[in-house]
């Protein structure tokens, strides 16, 4: 007679791990790409797959979850893809669910043609870049299905970043717990996550396997570096970042075991951040190549290494726009900077096209000074440069502000905010110079005079940013502190920050969100950049104390 309390003999059991990256929308791409990594994985002797947080349709899909239509076309495809699948492997994936009157955000357990199990994800993120509370309600019960012997518990994302979910499977008879993410990337999230994950997996006692989405959409960068977590919180696997592919664990007795990739340091992250977002916008949008204004500043250089980086050198276009006020030293620098990247690199004085805006204006300007107007004119004519060769030859233009100028207004509208994408629009100015000396470890391409020299717009005579602006470190100090953790101003100076500085970078980031708000997006290292998650009234009289 069998002992019901004798242990249940489980042989080892290969799981995939596919960090996946999903473009929003391709449906039959998406699809298409599951399929051939479930043959990989089939091949490759896995029972299950793991494929991340809506990898059907893409992460996030926003407002194409309000579409009827949307709902239909997904559930065709999972059909298909379900219909498809090698004999014998399982594949769990996140999919948009319509039922009743209800939409969801759902994962499936696919198997030998039929669509086995369905979870609902129960926590909705309702801040920062999330708002699915918008777009889906949410689920209410556990999903555990058995496998070879085990029986899995699925949670998806933000279902494991509270108690409950994860102990209620536990008690629905899983034995081992399955999530699925869209986790966006910034800068430290993956010690966060991986911090959270052992909570959860101190409180249910069950093992974790995590399974994030890769890859650039819109302004979010989504990392990868999947893990997994045995039964006491030791790590089991760590998966690389920023790597597309298919990665494998073994599962025997219960204990997961994988290869341990140790992660790259913060700055390094970063940077890496960079590239994919840069790659995936231009890839999943369809641009043959990219252009943009090569001053000789650092800004410009850090961008144009980026997209170097990103694309190939093929891709990239320069191009100098030097005005009566650009010193001999940018134009030298801006040159060895271009070839060193063997770049595309073509020169356009501004100066006489500068002359004729002056003189048909002056009857309107007779006798008044120079000041930020003939500035911004210099700006919005290389914005109007760039802009006719995107026109013309079809490539994206990339501007190249960074973050603290987005901050504090330090930008023209319609001139070097002219662009496509906005590279550099969440890395704060201390971070650009950190990460140009790490790209440079690498190999050495950025000009050291780039890097050492005081940064100017050059829009006038011996013009230096830190003429009417704090020194980078102070802005980037109290700016983190306003816009990244919301504190007052008072606060700030408690913190040790003279009262001027803190009430004028806060006068100026309070007054340039009209201009925020018409620059193009950005890629998102922060834990809150000028876009999505940061949503402030352009006509607005309160002032923080």
């Avoid at 090698?86 to 994962?107: D, F, S, V």
């Avoid at 960068?221 to 893990?227: C, E, H, L, M, R």
């Amino acid at each position: 007679m069998n002992n019901p309390d004798a242990p249940r003999r489980m042989r080892a059991m290969k799981i995939a791990i596919a960090q996946f990256n999903a473009t929003v929308g391709d449906l039959d791409g998406n699809a298409a790409k599951l399929l051939d990594q479930a043959r990989q994985a089939a091949a490759a002797g896995a029972t299950l797959m793991l494929a991340p947080e809506l990898a059907l349709c893409g992460y996030p899909p926003e407002d194409l979850a309000l579409r009827p239509d949307f709902y239909t076309e997904n559930a065709r495809v999972l059909e298909s893809l379900a219909a498809r699948l090698p004999t014998g492997l399982a594949l769990l994936l996140g999919h948009p669910l319509e039922a009743g009157l209800q939409r969801y955000n759902a994962a499936s357990v696919l198997r030998d043609g039929q669509i086995i199990a369905t979870y609902r994800k129960q926590t909705l993120p309702n801040h920062t870049v999330f708002d699915e509370v918008r777009t889906f309600a949410p689920g209410d019960a556990a999903c555990v299905f058995e496998l070879d012997g085990v029986r899995f518990g699925v949670n998806i994302c933000a279902d494991i970043w509270e108690p409950g979910t994860a102990t209620q499977a536990r008690d629905a008879g899983a034995e081992v717990l399955l999530v699925l993410n869209a986790s966006p990337f910034h800068m430290d999230k993956q010690l966060e996550r991986r911090q959270i994950a052992r909570q959860r997996v101190g409180e249910c006692g069950l093992p974790l396997i995590y399974a994030n989405l890769v890859g650039g959409q819109d302004e979010l960068v989504f990392d990868g570096a999947s893990f997994a977590l045995s039964g006491d919180g030791g790590l089991a696997a760590q998966f690389p970042a920023f790597v597309e592919g298919l990665y494998w664990l073994d599962l025997e007795n219960l204990t997961p075991r994988g290869d341990i990739q140790e992660l790259p340091d913060s700055d390094a992250m970063a940077y890496q951040a960079l590239v994919l977002g840069v790659r995936d916008y231009v890839a999943k949008n369809g641009f043959p190549g990219v252009l943009l204004g090569l001053s000789g500043g650092i800004d410009s250089a850090l961008t144009l290494v980026v997209a170097v980086d990103a694309i190939g050198a093929d891709k990239v276009q320069a191009v100098m726009m030097p005005s009566q006020f650009t010193a001999n030293i940018s134009l030298e620098d801006a040159e060895a900077l271009a070839v060193n990247l063997k770049v595309r690199y073509d020169v356009q004085p501004i100066k006489r096209m500068f002359d004729t805006f002056m003189e048909e204006l002056s009857d309107e300007f007779e006798n008044l000074p120079f000041d930020q107007t003939e500035e911004n004119i210099q700006a919005r004519i290389r914005g109007v440069l760039l802009m006719a060769l995107s026109n013309k030859f079809g490539q994206l233009v990339l501007t190249t502000g960074n973050k603290s100028e987005m901050a504090s207004g330090y930008a023209t509208l319609y001139g070097d905010m002219a662009g496509g994408l906005a590279v550099l629009k969440d890395v704060p100015k201390t971070l650009v110079w950190r990460l140009s000396r790490y790209r440079n470890s690498i190999s050495s391409v950025i000009p050291e005079r780039i890097i050492t020299r005081p940064p100017s717009a050059e829009l006038r005579a011996n013009q230096c940013d830190q003429d009417s602006l704090p020194p980078y470190d102070v802005l980037d100090a109290i700016m983190e502190r306003y816009v990244e953790r919301d504190m007052s101003p008072r606060d700030i100076i408690a913190d040790g920050y003279s009262e001027a500085a803190v009430r004028q970078v806060v006068s100026l980031i309070d007054r340039s969100e009209y201009k925020r708000r018409q620059s193009p997006p950005g890629i998102r290292i922060t834990a809150r950049g000028f876009g999505r998650d940061r949503r402030y009234p352009i006509t607005n009289k309160y002032r923080a104390p």
